[in-house]
């Protein structure tokens, strides 16, 4: 993420209330953070491990496999009022930071669903609906393929679901019958049983053998 | 400007630790051999500092900070000036039955014209009698000489300037702000200057001491001795990155480092005889020194017991051994893990504790910390969780009360859950101790959270605060781990994978991560184990 100040040519010569806009800047860029976090709650989700010096390294993922990271810069530009207008007020400086988290939170996103899809593509677990419409079965099948965790009480911690707005009516409902629908209640419970076994071999690995 | 720079910080110097690191790496600069700088103990004989001048001659030069010196001021010192001129040089490289040296006399300020007319007379009859003649350096000549010297090694640029008048304004009773303080020195360094001539890099280094000493000397006027150690140790640290990355030969640097590491030992004898007969370190208002002294004693704690291998390392016995093992008793139960940060202090009291016949008590303060890491950094901790070395400890005790952070610092946006920079080092640790039930107790817990180590690049740059080339490695410890493989593992021999500057000084190894906490890496800690277990 990056809210940059680009460097006012003009040079200094009058008073500039250095503290005032120290605090100021730092508020901005704080409700900058907060209001990003809003418009992308699937980002806001990741944490955040910051490095503090060098550039990018690697990581283990889940299966073992080290992964190179490659950081990307992320920039949105901020066009502040050249000349201050008689009406240029805190709440349109809100208003400006809003326009620029907005932004921001598309292009975090998109970067978000690339780097998830080519990572599904690497591994081969994506899944073709072949243009048919979202289903519980068609669920079903995607839960089948990916990792699942469970909480101490052995109850799943089921994973997020991202559809366009306009089917959310359609996924409510689809939804609801793997709920009610016997059919589906057994094929979830057989599919949950098998995530199960498979979480618990997983975490029967985390000790200390000869 | 650059002499009311240099007047400045000189007429503000104290002798000990204020001028006399600056004054002995003139000499140096100017072709002495810089044979000892006094620990100021009754062997001092009036001689703060003894070197061979270019042409072969002894000299012992007598230091003080005192702005004018009266009659009545220069009698009080009569005693010193006789032992100068009088007692030969007790050192092997000189022949110490003659009286050859040359004598001299340094203030930081000024002499009446009465002292100079009495020492006039003194060397006249000194002269007849066949004794050294006392030579005066006073404030003037000691501007000219920096000035000569160091002058254009000021930070010129406006940016840089104002950095080192900031760092000079800090309050001294602060923590020394690291990040700054290296920025600072590596500007004065030309630390990124193009295929510099190796002359013009030794002047730099030189330079480069004067202006720690300016920086550092509010931190010295508060007594502020931990601030000071850490300066000065950075300061070695960073002549130690521009000698490797130069290639320096040892002999255009060597000087300067010893002179760091000098500055240091003076501070940290400062501190421990402060600290003597003292059995409370409550500082300052009583009202909130109570949510801050496990910090601090965790702080003094680490140092203290560092300087105590540092002396260890060196076959040297400490003259404090008995102060520092009495603080440690004292003072233990104060121990406090507030974040990454504080790991190479509990390292230091195990290794100490372990190095007095205590191994159970020294495996159960690192098992104690393993524990924390693997806890509170976990996934199921939804409370505070330990920061990562990077952040510097006021920075840190701020996440516990309940001050607010929003947008004063990057603190409050980072998440620790599930990395730990120390996690491995420890685990390791505690396998060569054989420690395997309780590793296998807290196995689960550890597997949850991603060993996570910073690979400086170049390898120089480990010397650095930042190194803005290298790069950050996570690893899962192994799902399941084998014992055997573990034990094999942390037993594994180190020393190529340590810095060559540090593998050659493990007696600065220690001082070096307490000050760099986020350098410390399974390698450097193994390294220690190695040669700590070896002495």
């Known amino acids: 993420m990056s809210l940059r100040r680009r460097e006012i040519l003009v040079k200094k010569m009058l008073p500039d209330f250095p503290k005032l806009r120290i605090e100021l800047n730092r508020k901005l860029r704080s409700d900058f ?11 806001a989700e990741i944490k955040v491990v910051a490095q503090h010096e060098g550039k990018g390294g690697s990581y283990e993922a889940e299966d073992g496999q080290v992964k190179r990271i490659e950081p990307q810069h992320v920039r949105v530009p901020v066009e502040a009022p050249v000349v201050s207008e008689p009406s240029f007020m805190y709440e349109e400086a809100l208003k400006m930071i809003h326009k620029a988290a907005e932004e921001m939170a598309r292009k975090q996103t998109k970067i978000l669903f690339e780097t998830v899809h080519a990572a599904v593509e690497e591994v081969g677990n994506s899944l073709d609906a072949e243009g048919q419409p979202i289903s519980a079965e068609l669920i079903l099948k995607m839960w089948e393929k990916i990792h699942f965790d469970f909480d101490k009480l052995g109850k799943p911690k089921m994973p997020t679901l991202v559809f366009n707005p ?45 | 400007m650059i002499e009311r720079v240099v007047e400045n910080w000189l007429t503000n110097a104290g002798e000990r630790g204020g001028y006399e690191i600056a004054f002995a790496q003139l000499l140096s600069f100017q072709g002495h051999r810089v044979l000892h700088k006094s620990s100021h103990g009754p062997m001092e004989q009036g001689k703060d500092i003894i070197t061979i001048a270019p042409d072969g001659v002894p000299c012992a030069y007598q230091l003080k900070a005192e702005h004018d010196i009266s009659l009545t001021k220069w009698r009080k010192l009569k005693d010193e000036i006789d032992e100068l001129i009088e007692i030969p040089i007790q050192h092997p ?37 066949g004794l050294p003649e006392l030579n005066v350096i006073q404030l003037g000549d000691l501007v000219k000489d920096f000035v000569e010297v160091h002058g254009r090694f000021l930070p010129t640029e406006p940016r840089d300037f104002k950095r080192f008048l900031e760092l000079y304004a800090r309050n001294g009773y602060e923590l020394l702000p690291a990040g700054e303080f290296s920025v600072f020195l590596l500007s004065i360094l030309h630390f990124y200057e193009k295929q510099p001539k190796k002359s013009e890099v030794t002047r730099a280094i030189a330079s480069t001491l004067i202006f720690a000493s300016y920086v550092l000397s509010p931190y010295q006027e508060s007594q502020n001795s931990l601030a000071v150690i850490a300066g000065w140790i950075m300061t070695a640290a960073h002549v130690l990155a521009l000698a490797s990355k130069v290639r320096l030969p040892r002999k255009m640097w060597k000087t300067s480092f010893d002179l760091c590491m000098n500055g240091a030992d003076e501070a940290f004898k ?50 404090f051994h008995e102060e520092i093992s009495a603080l440690v008793e004292q003072q233990k139960k104060y121990l406090l893990f507030s974040s990454e940060a ?69 603190i409050d946006q980072e998440d620790f859950e599930g990395h730990s920079y120390s996690l491995q080092s420890l685990t390791e640790w505690l396998a060569r101790r054989l420690r395997r039930q309780s590793l296998a107790r807290l196995w689960e ?36 781990e084998s014992w055997s493989e573990l034990v094999k593992r942390s037993k594994a021999a180190r020393s190529a994978h340590v810095p060559s500057m540090l593998r050659e000084r493990p007696d600065f190894l220690l001082l070096f991560l307490l000050v760099y906490p986020h350098r410390l890496n399974p390698n450097l800690v193994g390294f220690l184990d190695e040669v700590l277990a070896g002495t």
Not at chain 2, 358 to 363: C, N, S, Y
Not at chain 2, 380 to 409: C, I, S, T, W
Not at chain 2, 454 to 461: K, N, T
């Open chain 1, 33 to 43: 953070e907060k209001q990003t976090h809003i418009r992308a709650p699937l980002v």
């Open chain 2, 93 to 129: 490289a000189v022949s110490n039955d003659l009286l050859n040296h040359r004598a001299y006399f340094v203030n930081n300020g000024y002499l009446k014209d009465t002292v100079r007319r009495l020492i006039q007379d003194r060397n006249r009859v000194a002269k007849q009698r």
């Open chain 2, 270 to 319: 400062h501190l421990l005889v402060g600290l003597k007969g003292q059995a409370d370190f409550r500082q300052g208002d009583p009202l909130t020194d109570g949510l801050i002294y496990r910090a601090r004693a965790t702080l003094l704690l680490g140092y203290m017991t560092a300087y105590e291998h540092y002396h260890h390392l060196r076959n040297e016995q400490s003259e």
């Open chain 2, 445 to 480: 817990d550890i597997t949850h959270v991603c060993y996570s180590e910073f690979v400086p690049d170049p390898r120089w740059s480990t010397y650095l605060w930042y190194s803005p080339k290298g790069e950050l490695h996570h690893r899962f410890p192994a799902r399941p």
């Open chain 2, 342 to 410: 504080a790991t190479p202090a509990f390292l230091s009291v195990a290794w100490y504790l372990e190095r007095h016949n205590k191994q159970l008590e020294a495996e159960g303060i690192v098992l104690s910390i393993t524990e924390a890491i693997a806890k509170l950094n976990g996934p199921d901790n939804k409370g505070v969780r330990l920061a990562d070395p990077y952040h510097p400890l006021d920075e840190v005790l701020r996440m516990y009360f309940p001050l607010g952070q929003d947008g004063l610092n990057d």
């Open chain 1, 166 to 210: 306009i089917q959310s009516e359609r996924v409510k409902k689809e939804l609801e019958r793997i709920h009610t629908e016997p059919q589906l209640i057994k094929r979830r419970k057989e599919i949950m049983n098998v995530k199960l076994v498979d979480f618990y071999d997983r975490e029967s690995r985390r000790k200390l053998v000869d």
